[in-house]
């Protein structure tokens, strides 16, 4: 099952994309998010990533980044964040 990232990920945007996400984790496939659109990542963005990865880690899902935009990617690289 595949999601498109919002344009934002930060505290403004959280909530709503967080309960996207967790949306995803009733599924027993592959997530994919599309990060293509991601044009601002903070902090808080980052920990609903890391949060959401920890949830399918525990019901031993897969979750794969596609098309991660230049702000996904730096913050990715910088945190050695390996998806």
């Not at 997530?31 to 920890?54: K, T």
């Not at 880690?57 to 910088?78: A, H, W």
């Amino acid at each position: 099952m595949q999601i498109k990232l919002p344009e934002e990920m930060s505290i403004y945007t959280a909530e709503e994309t967080l309960a996207n996400l967790n949306d995803l984790t009733f599924t027993d496939q592959l997530v994919e998010l599309d990060g293509s659109s991601v044009e601002y990542i903070d902090g808080c963005g980052l920990q609903i990533l890391l949060s959401f990865l920890e949830t399918l880690k525990q019901r031993n899902m897969e979750l794969k980044i596609v098309k991660p935009g230049d702000s996904l990617t730096f913050l990715l690289e910088l945190c050695k964040i390996n998806l």
